[in-house]
């Protein structure tokens, strides 16, 4: 199985702190890359699919970037509705595993 | 609109079998793959499986394949998730969602059912 590795497990920032979270394949995965934002007692939210389209409606502030093996996902300025747990998602070949996830929380 | 529609909470006891259902609604059913989440109390998203409801083509994760079977009904839209046989370690919250594009291969999943929570206990 290709493994998805995120890194920071968690992470604690505040509001206007710019953000990244990596991602990390084990094998490439071209550009099958995608992103979710998760709150507490909700369904995933996709916010960047393909490395770096911005799903319709998600801010500007978040962006992503990378191919091959190594991804980031940024939060350019830190709001407070951006407290939540974000996965990464490979989308290439089966099983589209996620990865293992990265809780942003309040400083 | 597009919405996926998930079958209640249950609660079963192991040994159990079950079949929860996911009905969509606002597009064709028959030309988008639905896929399966599972995530556990307090953990992360697991990838399942996934199934195009046009020739019922399926595919398992690794971790899951022989666990669970994936099918789908296309005269009422509907998408299922079944157990044979249910084990405490099953209790988790289970997703249903489609993915952006036609192709297995897309951009991730843009819609999402609300969930279904399992609880497996004796």
């Known amino acids: 199985d290709i493994q998805m590795t995120q890194s920071p497990s968690s992470l604690s920032a505040s509001v206007g702190d710019r953000v990244t979270i990596t991602c990390r394949s084990s094998?490439?995965?071209?550009?099958?890359l995608n992103w979710y934002q998760q709150k507490p007692g909700k369904a995933p939210k996709l916010l960047i699919y393909?490395?770096?389209s911005l799903q319709s409606g998600v801010p500007s502030r978040f962006s992503g970037s990378g191919s091959g093996t190594d991804f980031t996902l940024t939060i350019s300025s830190l709001q407070p509705e951006d407290f939540a747990t974000y996965y990464c998602?490979?989308?290439?070949?089966?099983?589209?595993?996620f990865g293992q996830g990265t809780r942003l929380e309040i400083k | 609109e597009v919405q996926l529609v998930q079958s209640g909470a249950d609660v079963k006891k192991p040994g159990e079998s079950l079949k929860i259902s996911c009905k969509a609604s606002g597009y064709s059913f028959t030309s988008y793959w639905i896929g399966w989440v599972r995530q556990m109390p307090g953990k992360g998203l697991e990838w399942m499986g996934i199934?195009?409801?046009?020739?019922?083509?399926?595919r398992y994760s690794p971790s899951f394949q022989g666990q669970v079977t994936i099918s789908a009904d296309k005269s009422i839209s509907t998408a299922y998730l079944q157990w044979t046989s249910l084990k405490a370690s099953d209790t988790a919250m289970y997703y249903c969602a489609r993915p952006t594009s036609y192709t297995i291969s897309s951009g991730g999943f843009d819609y999402w059912g609300q969930g279904t929570l399992i609880t497996v206990s004796s």
């Open positions: 998602q490979r989308s290439y070949s089966t099983p589209h595993t």
């Open positions: 393909a490395v770096s």
């Open positions: 199934i195009y409801p046009g020739d019922s083509d399926t």
């Open positions: 094998h490439n995965i071209t550009n099958y």
